[in-house]
């Protein structure tokens, strides 16, 4: 019988997906000094565009230059000339040369900005809907280190954010005049568009602060800004933070998803996590202790259950999942499930970028269509010192060694092995 993964998906806005299977976002921390893309965009990107992919999502390109999440994210210009479009008409055509549709993840980083990535200045605050600071971790060091790495935010005024809606419609223009096939709204892991929609980092009391209707508004009014300037046939997806357990929580983010949808949005992506706490990594903690022993590869996904509950009430949008796939029976029992009509998978893509031929490949068992990979362990400094922070970015700096691997042609590898 063939695998329900080789279904074709159709969005609203009449953009064909061949198959139920992305290459979901990845840092790949490539981008030239001036955060353009380059030719190591160009290669790893052909790679996976030759892998049988149904959608391919870029990593994070920042909206604002001047305001980057690492140092090496591509940004889409502010002023460009014709040699800047040439590179990322370049990055378009390379990535969908095969025929898959490629979708720019564009975000502002919010507070969790390092200090000096971008150019707005070493001491300069970065900016958020409130003066929160950042705090990854509980002990002294893990603190000072925060403090140090991320500039405590200033919090945003009105003209900043009419500034911010600007540059991410903006940004959706010159993407789509570049060739690419959509943008996915990057709405999650705790950068600018999340920290608006959460209650514990939006304190507001204006118009974009309180209810979830209201912290829902700026991302509302950029997804109706972007479509007013993009092609009718051109994707807008979003991707949105699974809610916490609490019923609180989960009603504000059904709220907030209605009005995604009546906005208009073409998909919504699942996932999860924030710098303080990288659930997009580890996954979401069982409600029950005893769960985790009996989730078998049918129950591989981090982020299921609450993507089943988002079916249940929205059972017409266009859903992907992301997070913990690592098997075709795993992907399949989500489709199976009704779960989601898409299946994001990102780190297997970075060790394999024809994994998603693998799944696809009727002549290849279940038994050999999946990937197994250990947590990436931090450095013996970070463990001796039970630093947090230190450690954070070990698996996010293996898998962007492994893509810079793809662009160079050379070998990619499983961690540990």
Sequence with gaps: MPSPLNDAVKLPCGLVFPNRLSKAAMAENLATSDSNPNEDF????????????????????????????????????????ANCSTLWKAY???????GTP?????????????????????????????????????????????????????????????????????????????????????????????QFINPKTNLR???????????????????????EVVPATFCIGVKLNSADHSALSLEDTMTQIRLLVESGIDFLEVSGGTYENPRMVAGDKPAVAEMKSTRTAAREAFFLDFAKETRKRFPNLVLMLTGGFRSRAGAEAAIKE?????????????????????????????????????????GLLPRLLRSRILGAGAETTFYADQIHRLAKGLPTAAPGR
Excluded at 208 to 225: D, P, T
């Design 102 to 194: 490629t979708i720019v993840q564009i975000a502002h980083p919010g507070r969790q900005s390092l200090r000096g990535a971008g150019r707005r200045g070493l001491f300069a605050p970065t900016i958020a809907p409130s003066a929160i600071p950042l705090s990854i971790g509980t002990n002294f060091l893990d603190s000072v280190i925060t403090s140090l790495a991320f500039p405590k935010p200033r919090e945003m005024d009105q003209k900043d954010i009419h500034n911010v809606i600007h540059l991410f419609v903006d940004s959706a223009r010159f993407i789509a005049e570049s060739g690419f096939s959509g943008i996915e709204l990057h709405a999650a892991h705790g950068y600018l568009l999340d």
């Design 205 to 227: 009391t204006d118009a974009y602060g309180g209810s979830a209707e209201n912290r829902a508004k700026l991302l509302v009014e950029i997804i109706k800004g972007c479509r």
């Design 42 to 81: 160009n290669l790893a990107y052909s790679k996976w565009s030759d892998g049988r992919w149904g959608m391919i999502i870029t990593g994070n390109v920042q909206v604002d230059v001047n305001h980057l999440g690492n140092f090496k994210d591509p940004a889409v210009p502010a002023d460009y000339d």
């Design 92 to 98: 378009a055509e390379a990535s969908q040369k095969h």
């Design 338 to 378: 009704n779960a989601c009509d898409l299946v994001g998978i990102a780190r297997p893509a970075a060790v394999n970028p024809r994994f998603a031929e693998l799944l696809l490949d009727e002549d290849t068992s279940d038994e050999d269509a999946q990937i197994s990979l250990d947590r990436v362990k931090p």
